[in-house]
């Protein structure tokens, strides 16, 4: 189980970026499942900590916020749409390790890989998720972590 | 103005970059990982290199060290998200001059970019 200071370092890390990024105010909110046609990112973590990030909205959703980082009006397709969600889960990830470093904690993140599809399962096997729902003006979105310390014992 | 290189694997943040450094009056040029950021910038010579680091083939800091190594007179500027101290201390030793923390604003990239554009 991920201690508290740790999922506070992801929760809080998320409001900021969010909020600085695209320059509307995110909030913390009780999470729910992805969405079914969620555009999700995930980034590998290695290190003291290992396991997946995944950041996830639903495409409209993702489709405002690309429009309110680029101050044009996009289509639902265009590739931005797609690439604004994980440009904003490898600020979330790559933000927090610098506060999980202050908590003594030293990780490596991959680069992001993008998940898309309808009804798309992604899990990393024997890691309990933690997952946190947040709100903006313009959607909600997800962040689920699927971490352990390492060396931690997997959960059957 | 200046001759400046975007190196990220973002294409999101690579648009967003470029598009704000041209309305600057810049000359940019782009490259979607670290080893086409070395080609790229043995190429094109730019007076600043933008950089990021997480990115595939070859990460940001490998780029700077191989673009130190061959002696190219561009200066290094990383723009990542990672908050760690230790990605800066190895920025710096591979080579980079500044270093940018995403998200940043824009005043603060432009502040960055002044002290170390050619004068």
Known sequence: ML???IVQAFRTTTEYVFTQAVQV????CPSTDLPDNAVTALIAVTGSLEGLVLLAMGR???LAVAEAMTGDHLSPDDELVEGVVVEITN???GR?????ERLGLRCDISPPALVSG???EVAAVGIPPVTLGFQSRLGPLTLRLELRRRGAQREA | MAKLLV???SAFARRRLVQF????GHTVVEAGNGQDAVTVAEREAPDVILMDITMPVLDGIQATAAIKAKGLAAKVIMVSAIGQKSAVLEAVQAGAVDYLLKPYEEETLMATLRRHLPT
């Open chain 1, 91 to 93: 600020m979330v990830v």
């Open chain 1, 3 to 5: 201690s508290t200071d």
């Open chain 2, 21 to 24: 450094l041209e309305s600057q």
């Open chain 2, 7 to 9: 190196v990220d694997d």
């Open chain 1, 25 to 28: 105010p995110l909030e913390t």
């Open chain 1, 96 to 100: 927090t390790t610098g506060e999980l």
């Open chain 1, 118 to 120: 309808q009804r798309v």
């Open chain 1, 60 to 62: 409209a959703t993702a």
